[in-house]
């Protein structure tokens, strides 16, 4: 029997260890971003926030609990018989009045509304941090790859210059610079591994995976082509969860104006005790309290204004957070729409026409019918115009990226606040001297 048991506890325990060590796919950006979700400390924080805040809703609407009172009155310091000495027994109850047991809940209804509003802006923004991560290791694998490509077409110069310089048609200095192109490329290929490295270093946290964890290379799309834009207004939506909650302080700061004024109108509160004598007639007592509001200028009116105050700041709030997220939501659109266009310019005319140029310029050069210049600033080109490619891609998926998290619900844009430029101009466009064929 004992090991019947033992059976089934190591099962449960190994079907237990192999749903949490299920691994993530790679390749799907979407499944990264729900292991994300999944592993988000803030987001079970929020989750534990919003229900006990659901808890506090009943509660707020309720009258509190009556008070029981017994006791003896009257009775002498040394304990003797009395006829003064009364029993008594009672009870108590505070009557809050209906309005403001509704402000009550009302105000714990809008902070349930608000949590979860803080919920879903805080989800938008992991999901857009996950995926501007993951998209610039993609981007650097791409670039790795397409480097590591063009790498491979450069032995073809060095073979050409080796095979020159041998037949002494070529100086030294041609194969000398070949080389010293391959290692130039070796240097760029070093960078581009720490770009990615870098962008895993920022999406392995927020996977909760150590910084020493194996990830495959993974990659965007491999092939060159067009990246249309995504169709949509620019005008920021009426109510995202980020405008939400702060349009939740405003109800209540509004709530708390309420409840300020409801302060003229205190609660009463209602006593009744029942006492008895021996040996004489039983008595009861019925006595109703509530507060005078005389001092209303010193302790109603300043609360008044206060709550006022508080109003108009959230509602002041709701506006530039409006006006901010319009501003990243426009600066977003701009930089995806600028990286539309240059996708579509570098697959249309820039890639195509360096890479013929370079093929012609080598074919020519190994022919002896242009100079080892011409051939080398194509490749140089060519070899930037491929990285600048994958460099506008990014951009644009990040622009969408950031673009989709403002309308759902993010708080701050990252275009807009210098989080995200615009990928850097090849600095290696071929000019007239170095496209020459002689």
């Known amino acids: 029997m004992h090991w019947k048991t033992g059976t089934v506890l190591l099962a449960v325990c190994l079907a237990a260890a192999t749903a ?15 292991a994300a979700f999944e592993a988000n400390p803030s987001l079970a924080g929020l989750d534990a926030q919003i229900r006990a805040a659901e808890e506090r809703v009943a509660p707020a609407g309720s009258l509190p609990n009556p008070m029981l009172m017994a006791g003896v009155q009257n009775a ?12 008594m027994v009672g009870a108590s109850q505070t009557l809050v009045r209906r309005s403001r047991r509704d402000s009550l809940r009302t105000a714990a209804e809008l902070e349930v509304e608000r949590l979860r509003s803080q919920y879903d802006a805080r989800k938008a923004e992991i999901e857009r941090d996950v995926r501007t991560a993951y998209i ?12 590591e490509e063009i790498a491979r077409v450069l032995t073809s110069v060095i073979d050409s210059s080796r095979i020159r310089y041998e037949s002494g048609a070529v100086p030294q200095t041609d194969l000398i610079r070949a ?26 946290p927020l996977l909760r995976l150590g910084g020493n964890t194996q990830v495959p290379a993974f990659s965007l799309q491999h092939e060159m082509s067009h990246r249309p834009a995504a169709t949509g207004d620019a005008t920021l939506p009426e109510l995202t969860p980020a405008l939400a909650e702060r349009q939740a302080e405003v109800s209540q700061a509004g709530q708390q104006l309420r409840m300020a004024r409801l302060a003229a109108k205190p609660d009463v509160s209602i006593e009744a005790s029942y006492g008895f004598r021996p040996g004489d007639i039983d008595m009861f007592s019925v006595v109703a309290r ?4 005389l ?12 709550a006022r105050a508080r109003q ?55 022919n002896g019918m242009t100079t080892f210049d011409a051939v080398l600033g194509l490749l140089r080109a060519y070899v930037s115009l491929n990285v600048d490619y994958y460099d506008f891609l990014r951009q644009q998926l990040e622009a969408e990226a ?4 403002i309308r759902r619900g993010a708080r701050s844009g990252i275009a807009g606040a210098g989080g995200m430029t615009a990928s850097p101009r090849s600095s290696s466009t071929p000019d007239a001297s170095a496209t020459s064929m002689q």
């Open 20 to 34: 949490e060590a299920q691994p993530i796919d790679w390749n799907d950006p979407d499944a990264v971003v729900r």
């Open 76 to 87: 002498p310091i040394n304990l003797s018989a009395d006829f003064m000495t009364m029993y």
């Open 136 to 147: 610039e290791a993609a981007a650097a694998q791409n670039q790795i790859a397409a480097t």
């Open 179 to 204: 080389m010293l192109e391959e290692s130039t490329i070796d240097h760029q290929l070093l960078l581009l591994r720490r770009q990615r490295r870098s962008a895993l270093a920022r999406l392995l």
């Open 290 to 293: 509530i507060e005078l509001p």
């Open 295 to 306: 001092r209303r200028g010193t302790l109603i009116e300043p609360r008044i204004r206060e």
């Open 312 to 366: 108009e700041a959230a509602l002041r709030q709701v506006d530039a957070m409006r006006q901010q997220l319009q501003e990243d939501l426009g600066a977003a659109i701009a930089l995806r729409d600028e990286a539309v266009d240059q996708i579509v310019l570098h697959v249309d005319t820039l890639v195509p026409t360096a890479k013929l140029g370079f093929e012609s310029a080598l074919v020519s050069y190994q």
């Open 402 to 405: 950031d673009i989709d998290a």
